[in-house]
């Protein structure tokens, strides 16, 4: 069975980074494609970023082009996202996600697509 664990988030202050990660048990990461969504109070769960199975693809929301990075390390069944130049308004809890196998360099941009759940984990963010 397939657990992923969620770490890294805390309170950042408006324009500071934050690196969260998300280690995956039960089954070597590079079998899955993965993604990180974000949830705020009161709204729907959106996508932040996603990565293809090979990490030769990646998929970023507009409002975190160029400030957010997903990476993977297969070493470490590991997933990160590197946030930089957080907003306010992007406080929330961020969960990682798997998707079962697909192609190697696809990737899946929508929530309803992944298969597995991490517990997520909170991002604060004060202005």
């Known amino acids: 069975q397939v657990r992923l664990v969620e770490s890294g988030g805390g309170l950042v202050q408006a324009g500071g980074s934050l690196r969260l990660s998300c280690t995956v048990s039960?089954?070597?990461?590079?079998?899955?494609?993965m993604g990180w969504f974000r949830q705020a109070p009161g709204k729907e769960r959106e996508t932040v970023a996603a990565?293809?199975?090979?990490?030769?693809?990646?998929y970023y929301a507009d409002f975190v082009k160029g400030r957010f990075t997903i990476s993977r390390d297969r070493a470490k069944n590991t997933v990160y996202l590197q946030m930089n130049g957080v907003k306010p308004e992007e406080a929330g809890v961020y969960y990682c996600?798997?998707?079962?196998?697909?192609?190697?360099?696809?990737?899946?941009?929508?929530?309803?697509?992944?298969?597995?759940w991490g517990q997520g984990t909170q991002v604060t963010v004060s202005s």
């Open positions: 996600a798997a998707r079962l196998p697909l192609l190697q360099n696809a990737v899946v941009t929508r929530p309803d697509g992944y298969d597995y």
């Open positions: 039960g089954r070597t990461l590079s079998y899955y494609g």
């Open positions: 990565i293809s199975r090979n990490g030769d693809n990646t």
